[in-house]
Nanobody
Framework: QVQLVESGGGLVQAGGSLRLSCAASGRTLSSNVMGWFRQAPGKEREFVAGIRSGGTTYYSDSVKGRFTIFRDNAKNTVSLQMNSLKTEDTAVYYC??????????WGQGTQVTVSS
C-alpha cells in the first residue's frame, strides 16, 4: 500500500492560481500513474488530471489549458498547478496513485475553494 499526503489547498478568488502537491511513500512502484480527482458537494468524484511515470499526461476537458500536472519521480511527488480558477473548480481534491492499469490508493483530500 502507498500512503499519499496532499498539501496546498485553500481559498482563492476567481481567476487566481493555486498549486497542489502530493507525496507518495510506502510500497511505491517503479511504473505507476499518479493523478488528481475532485469531488464537489452533492456530486460524484471526477477525474481531473493524471500523469504516468513515463511522463504521459491526461486532463479532463473542464481543466485542459488551465491546469498542469507534473511529477518528480525521484521524490515520488506529483503536483497540480491550477490557473484561471473558476468557482466551479471548488471541491475537495484527492491525490491518487496506482499501477499503470489504474488508481488504487487515495489521499485524504484537500479543500480548494474559489470565491467569486
Amino acid at each position: 500500500q502507498v500512503q499519499l499526503v496532499e498539501s496546498g489547498g485553500g481559498l482563492v478568488q476567481a481567476g487566481g492560481s493555486l498549486r497542489l502537491s502530493c507525496a507518495a511513500s510506502g510500497r511505491t512502484l517503479s511504473s505507476n500513474v499518479m493523478g488528481w480527482f475532485r469531488q464537489a458537494p452533492g456530486k460524484e468524484r471526477e477525474f481531473v488530471a493524471g500523469i504516468r511515470s513515463g511522463g504521459t499526461t491526461y486532463y479532463s476537458d473542464s481543466v485542459k489549458g488551465r491546469f498542469t500536472i507534473f511529477r518528480d519521480n525521484a521524490k515520488n511527488t506529483v503536483s497540480l498547478q491550477m490557473n484561471s480558477l473558476k468557482t466551479e473548480d471548488t471541491a475537495v481534491y484527492y491525490c491518487a496513485y496506482g499501477p499503470p492499469t489504474g488508481y488504487r490508493d487515495w489521499g485524504q483530500g484537500t479543500q480548494v475553494t474559489v470565491s467569486s
